[in-house]
């Protein structure tokens, strides 16, 4: 049978993460800093675009671009 998992624990578990990302992070060169920052930045790339195509289907390649650059270009949702 499977645990619960609680506030506290799951709390405690981002914790251990964040320290653990920071120990990682540290050790990490500039140009891999650089690097992880990226591809972070082209992964929310593409989430937007994914979402904004699950919204909606009809729309064109050129416009989820255009909304896709606005959205990173004004931070908006």
């Known amino acids: 049978m499977r645990e619960q998992t609680t506030s506290t624990q799951c709390a405690a578990d981002g914790q251990m993460n964040r320290k653990n990302q920071k120990q990682i992070i540290k050790k990490m060169t500039v140009e891999q800093k650089i ?43």
Do not use: C, N, Q, W
């Open 35 to 77: 690097r992880a920052a990226l591809d972070l930045y082209y992964s929310a790339r593409e989430l937007k675009a994914a979402g904004l195509r699950a919204m909606h289907p009809g729309m064109s390649k050129e416009e989820i671009d255009k909304k896709v650059r606005e959205a990173f270009l004004y931070a908006r949702t």
